[in-house]
């Protein structure tokens, strides 16, 4: 009792400064922006009218989008749900060699921005597939190519999000307790049976929270839907909401609004389903051992690992595979061979294009400052909202995460809306400048830098500040001597986090860029649309590599970082010795971390 009343009075020494910058995070990144969207929508002119709003989503077009909308969300995660499921138990439960390396390669299929999955996939099958054409297997000249229209999107979709759902059901794996398998073990049920008996009955909630986000990120993509079914016109809403904005300019601004608001609506409801699904299943683990690899596959692991190494082949190696032959022949259909390989569209995009020189560099800062900018401001957030908030972090956290639940276009259409007038006392706009994409980035990645920050600031032991405080030491000092070094490594991999997620960006810069401020993923879909496909998939390749450095620069990281920071990381050390040994009881650990899987929902 004393101690939790020193406690008190060591916190109440200062500090409450720290709480400004949240409540200006709040307001500037999450309410001004809803609000704007949802005065626009409803409030045409200033006066409510919400009728108009409803004869914009009645429309015949709308209507037609939000079903292709549907549709292509829902069988996607059909597609997903199975795939990302098996792999997680497949990673999760056996002793299958390289669990490691393949459960990085199959997360970096989720972390390449759509639009470059969908260009390779595009140029992955037709009959202008360089890649096809150099094995002789490309279809007949003139023939359609199959990547076009619903069935395309469905499928890209579905391997593209399947790693998404790996996460989550990796994550509830993570929270199922050892002794769970160990007693089944005990009452002599097989491995298999264990699995269908035992874990995925407390698995489901995972499972239906890992289809609700995989439905949402389906719902708000706009990269692949653009490049499939665009060509077509199979629009789905964030296409059609950027065509209008294309064709007929901000004074179109109400009814895209109102669109906004039906795929804001869809998306929150379905995520703050997933959230109260991922809670209910969670199990903690207060006093025992996390699950570890139990099945032993002998025989099947021939069977298991070419399963693993065929999935990794479908949703990275083939389509990479099908950038790279695109990017090295000079003109887009031409087979790959000695003499028609070449670097010249690498040359031409990296250093003859001005425009494309100018993309990487915007990206670059954008991304990179938006990053650092996040990184620095997040430390002092997270200790103002575990040490400072109390009961109203919850409320506070849930506020933050406002812009990243939101899909792209409809953040870059609040932005838009927030910024379109000079701005009051200064007088001037963002609209049409880099500050616009930069306040879009910091909005809509605060969440994801504040992640892992947090989830090390709750285990700051306070005793270290106590101790600190009793030295005389002021908040300033504090945070500087005891809470910065802590966290510092957290703050760096959710900024390298936030970097990775933002470089290649579309959904939200493809509304908000102008002459001069054009980022790659721009830049990319550009040249698809112009139809110089080689250039584009030299563009690509070097986004991709950009990303992987990244995400190694944070794999690297991983060793200092709270559990659960890297949705890719597996630990396996000690694995295959519990596996052999199952009767043999584990030492015991404290709870396990959760892993925010929702990066993959920035598409």
Same mark, same amino acid.
């Given at each position: 009792?004393?101690?939790?009343?020193?406690?008190?009075?060591?916190?109440?020494?200062?500090?409450?400064?720290?709480?400004?910058?949240?409540?200006?995070?709040? &307001?500037?990144?999450?309410?001004?922006?809803?609000?704007?969207?949802?005065?626009?929508?409803?409030?045409?002119?200033?006066?409510?009218?919400?009728?108009?709003?409803?004869?914009?989503?009645?429309?015949?077009?709308?209507?037609?989008?939000?079903?292709?909308?549907?549709?292509?969300?829902?069988?996607?995660?059909?597609?997903?749900?199975?795939?990302?499921?098996? #792999?997680?138990?497949?990673?999760?439960?056996?002793?299958?060699?390289?669990?490691?390396?393949?459960?990085?390669?199959?997360?970096?299929?989720?972390?390449?921005?759509?639009?470059?999955?969908?260009?390779?996939? $595009?140029?992955?099958?037709?009959?202008?597939?360089?890649?096809?054409?150099?094995?002789?297997?490309?279809?007949?000249?003139?023939?359609?190519?199959?990547?076009?229209?619903?069935?395309?999107?469905?499928?890209?979709?579905?391997?593209?999000?399947?790693?998404?759902?790996?996460?989550?059901?990796?994550?509830?794996?993570?929270?199922?307790?050892?002794?769970?398998?160990?007693?089944?073990?005990?009452?002599?049920?097989?491995?298999?049976?264990?699995?269908?008996?035992?874990?995925?009955?407390?698995?489901?909630?995972?499972?239906?929270?890992?289809?609700?986000?995989?439905?949402?990120?389906?719902?708000?993509?706009?990269?692949?839907?653009?490049?499939?079914?665009?060509?077509?016109?199979?629009?789905?809403?964030?296409?059609?909401?950027?065509?209008?904005?294309?064709?007929?300019?901000?004074?179109?601004?109400?009814?895209?609004?109102?669109?906004?608001?039906?795929?804001?609506?869809?998306?929150?409801?379905?995520?703050?389903?997933?959230?109260?699904?991922?809670?209910?299943?969670?199990?903690?683990?207060?006093?025992?051992?996390?699950?570890?690899?139990?099945?032993?596959?002998?025989?099947?692991?021939?069977?298991?690992?070419?399963?693993?190494?065929?999935?990794?082949?479908?949703?990275?190696?083939?389509? #990479?595979?099908?950038?790279?032959?695109?990017?090295?022949?000079?003109?887009?259909?031409?087979?790959?061979?000695?003499?028609?390989?070449?670097?010249?569209?690498?040359?031409?995009?990296?250093?003859?294009?001005?425009?494309?020189?100018?993309?990487?560099?915007?990206?670059?800062?954008?991304?990179?400052?938006?990053?650092?900018?996040?990184?620095?401001?997040?430390?002092?957030?997270?200790?103002?909202?575990?040490?400072?908030?109390?009961? #109203?972090?919850?409320?506070?956290?849930?506020?933050?995460?406002?812009?990243?639940?939101?899909?792209?276009?409809?953040?870059?259409?609040?932005?838009?809306?927030?910024?379109?007038?000079?701005?009051?006392?200064?007088?001037?706009?963002?609209?049409?400048?880099?500050?616009?994409?930069?306040?879009?980035?910091?909005?809509?990645?605060?969440?994801?830098?504040?992640?892992?920050?947090?989830?090390?600031?709750?285990?700051?032991?306070?005793?270290?500040?106590?101790?600190?405080?009793?030295?005389?030491?002021?908040?300033?000092?504090?945070?500087?001597?005891?809470?910065?070094?802590?966290?510092?490594?957290?703050?760096?991999?959710?900024? $390298?986090?936030?970097?990775?997620?933002?470089?290649?960006?579309?959904?939200?810069?493809?509304?908000?860029?102008?002459?001069?401020?054009?980022?790659?993923?721009?830049?990319?879909?550009?040249?698809?649309?112009?139809?110089?496909?080689?250039?584009?998939?030299?563009?690509?390749?070097?986004?991709?590599?950009?990303?992987? &450095?990244?995400?190694?620069?944070?794999?690297?990281?991983?060793?200092?970082?709270?559990?659960?920071?890297?949705?890719?990381?597996?630990?396996?050390?000690?694995?295959?010795?519990?596996?052999?040994?199952?009767?043999?009881?584990?030492?015991?650990?404290?709870?396990?971390?959760?892993?925010?899987?929702?990066?993959?929902?920035?598409?």
């Amino acid at each position: 009792m004393r101690h939790r009343t020193h406690a008190k009075s060591f916190l109440e020494r200062g500090g409450l400064g720290l709480l400004a910058p949240i409540a200006l995070a709040i &307001l500037a990144f999450d309410v001004l922006p809803a609000g704007r969207l949802l005065l626009t929508a409803l409030a045409p002119g200033g006066v409510f009218d919400p009728e108009k709003a409803l004869a914009a989503l009645a429309s015949r077009s709308a209507i037609r989008a939000t079903w292709a909308t549907l549709e292509t969300a829902f069988f996607s995660t059909l597609l997903a749900l199975p795939l990302g499921t098996l #792999m997680a138990l497949v990673l999760g439960v056996t002793d299958i060699r390289g669990r490691r390396i393949a459960s990085f390669l199959f997360v970096l299929s989720l972390m390449i921005s759509p639009q470059v999955i969908a260009l390779a996939f $595009l140029h992955l099958a037709g009959p202008a597939s360089p890649i096809l054409n150099t094995l002789g297997l490309a279809p007949e000249a003139g023939s359609a190519n199959p990547m076009m229209g619903r069935l395309g999107i469905i499928l890209v979709l579905g391997l593209h999000h399947a790693p998404l759902v790996y996460v989550i059901m990796s994550a509830g794996l993570k929270r199922i307790p050892l002794a769970v398998v160990e007693a089944a073990r005990m009452d002599g049920s097989p491995p298999l049976k264990v699995v269908t008996d035992h874990l995925l009955p407390l698995l489901r909630p995972h499972l239906m929270s890992a289809g609700l986000l995989a439905f949402v990120a389906g719902i708000g993509n706009f990269g692949i839907p653009a490049l499939l079914g665009a060509p077509v016109n199979y629009l789905t809403l964030p296409v059609l909401i950027y065509r209008r904005l294309s064709s007929f300019g901000t004074g179109i601004l109400g009814d895209v609004a109102a669109l906004g608001l039906l795929v804001a609506v869809i998306a929150i409801v379905c995520v703050a389903a997933s959230q109260i699904l991922t809670r209910r299943g969670d199990v903690l683990l207060e006093e025992d051992a996390p699950l570890q690899p139990f099945w032993m596959l002998n025989r099947a692991s021939a069977v298991v690992e070419t399963f693993v190494i065929a999935v990794i082949a479908v949703t990275l190696v083939l389509p #990479m595979l099908s950038l790279l032959t695109a990017a090295l022949v000079p003109s887009y259909g031409m087979p790959l061979t000695l003499s028609t390989i070449t670097l010249d569209n690498f040359i031409e995009v990296l250093v003859r294009q001005e425009v494309t020189v100018r993309a990487f560099l915007n990206s670059l800062l954008y991304a990179g400052g938006a990053a650092c900018l996040l990184a620095c401001f997040a430390i002092p957030m997270a200790y103002g909202l575990v040490r400072l908030m109390g009961p #109203m972090r919850i409320v506070a956290t849930a506020l933050l995460e406002i812009s990243y639940v939101l899909p792209g276009i409809v953040l870059a259409i609040a932005c838009i809306l927030l910024f379109l007038k000079p701005l009051p006392l200064v007088g001037m706009s963002l609209y049409g400048t880099p500050w616009i994409i930069v306040f879009a980035y910091l909005a809509r990645f605060l969440a994801v830098v504040l992640k892992p920050v947090l989830a090390g600031m709750t285990q700051v032991d306070l005793a270290q500040e106590e101790a600190a405080a009793l030295d005389g030491a002021r908040l300033m000092r504090r945070l500087v001597d005891v809470i910065v070094p802590t966290l510092l490594p957290a703050a760096v991999a959710g900024g $390298l986090m936030a970097f990775l997620l933002a470089f290649s960006e579309l959904t939200v810069s493809a509304l908000l860029w102008s002459a001069g401020t054009e980022t790659i993923g721009v830049v990319l879909y550009n040249l698809e649309e112009a139809g110089l496909a080689s250039q584009a998939s030299a563009v690509a390749i070097v986004i991709v590599a950009v990303v992987t &450095l990244a995400m190694l620069a944070l794999n690297a990281l991983g060793r200092y970082l709270p559990a659960g920071t890297l949705p890719w990381h597996i630990e396996v050390e000690g694995a295959a010795s519990s596996a052999r040994q199952p009767d043999r009881m584990p030492a015991r650990s404290g709870t396990i971390g959760r892993v925010d899987p929702r990066p993959a929902l920035s598409a």
